[in-house]
């Protein structure tokens, strides 16, 4: 399996050539190419050579992180840590939208943040046995 990209090695507020970024992140100076002309990695293009804002180098690397980065059943994305996190105290409420579709609330395990996701009802079975779940009927708007 290839080596992840170390985005940690990177620097916010440094613009970084296509050579430097591919030997910073270990990769091939052809990847950092495509990332830019396929991937949607933001250049300056308007001088020569390409100059790549550390920061957008950082977010794009992070993004393709999280997309190979699946949730477990009763994990959700939390968008403060950028990662897949557990419920805190592995505790959650399951939101029933409809018949067939429930929002899982819970806190971050890691920075107390609100996250949630939708959820098949199909799954409160399971994730009752993963989580300390607690079934709500959506507030009915009068
Ligand atoms: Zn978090």
Redesign the pocket.
Known sequence: MPKRPGWRSIKIHRSYTIEEAARQLSVAKGTVQRWLKTDGLPAMKDQRPFLIHGQDLIEFLKRDKRSGKKCKLHEAY?F??R?P?EPAERMADLVAISDKIGDLQAL?S??G?L?HKRVSMRLQGQLGTLLDLTIRQRQSSM
């Open positions: 939390c403060s840590c990662e996190r971050c890691h920075c943040g996250m």
